[in-house]
């Protein structure tokens, strides 16, 4: 039994297992791995792709979800307490919540695997299937060269720590004042784009808007980009702001069916933190 809080908790070689299990359920390789398992979940309500595919992921493999809001998790009640009935029950758990203190303290007390479906801090389920599915179309994934447009956030976090673990070429562009620590950081988008294989970005909070207004993946920016460059915006992305209309209606956005493959990572995370196979 093994956790899934953060990537750099795992080595290359144990995320690439996690592909293999993944290839092979996308083969159609599917068994009951959860057979008489119960997976309790906690997700807010605005959840929609990462919750739909674990609770999918999680019936096609044969096993039962309970969902709670997050919010259950921030009663009274000590978590340790919470924890503890839960061992009784629980097979796996699987927490959406802002503050990755409280995964780490569940992980603690509990029995069972636990998986980070988001903090504030980082998103590995997300970023771990957007490399799986990289595998699928680009040849040397591992040899891109990636860039992270955005501010200092999860999903920037989230690849830096993937970047570690699988030793990308990965950089962030962005204002001055919402860089990542310990990451190679360019200022000007115009030329951060050029000889770049991999353009992210992630959604900006309406506060910053401003700041980011010249940084704006457009389709006239991803022409100096390599050829063959694709743009990989982490949903939910928003047309005229961190990406204009012309770059989501381009041929370098990676187009919605990149996303499948969340579906048999997350059930391929949950195969090998629970050891079933």
Not at 24 to 51: A, C, D, H, W
Not at 107 to 134: G, Q, R, W
Not at 207 to 225: C, H, N, R, S, V
Request: charged share 25%; with cysteine; aromatic share 12%.
């Amino acid at each position: 039994m093994k956790h899934f809080i953060r990537l750099t908790d795992y080595t290359k070689e144990e995320l690439l297992k996690i592909f293999d299990i993944a290839d092979s359920l996308q083969k159609g390789n599917y068994q009951n791995y959860l057979y008489n398992k119960t997976v309790v979940m906690f997700f807010p309500e605005s959840s929609i792709r990462t919750r739909v595919t674990f609770e999918k992921g999680i019936y096609l493999l044969g096993g039962q979800t309970i969902l709670f809001p997050p919010e259950t998790l921030e009663k009274k009640e000590d978590i340790k307490d919470v924890i503890g009935y839960l061992n009784n029950w629980a097979d796996a758990i699987v927490v959406r919540h802002r503050n990755i203190d409280l995964l780490e303290k569940i992980a603690h007390y509990s029995k069972a695997p636990l998986i980070n479906a988001m903090t504030d801090v980082n998103h590995p389920c997300e970023v771990l299937s957007d490399i799986y599915s990289f595998s699928k179309i680009r040849s040397d994934y591992l040899n891109d060269k990636y860039l992270f447009c955005g501010r200092k956030c999860n999903i920037g976090l989230a690849w830096k720590e993937l970047s570690d673990v699988m030793n990308l070429a990965f950089s962030q562009c962005c204002p001055k004042g919402f860089e990542m620590e310990d990451f190679i950081v360019e200022n000007d988008i115009q030329s951060a784009v050029c000889g770049k294989d991999i353009i992210c970005t992630d959604s900006l909070p309406k506060g910053i808007l401003p700041d980011f207004e010249e940084y704006q993946i457009t389709a006239e920016i991803m022409k100096k980009a390599n050829k063959g460059a694709l743009l990989n915006p982490c949903p939910p992305f928003y047309r005229g702001e961190e990406v204009s209309v012309s770059a989501i209606d381009s041929q370098y956005f990676v187009g919605y069916e990149f996303k499948k493959h969340l579906l048999e990572v997350q059930q391929a995370i949950l195969i090998n933190c629970l050891n079933v196979i």
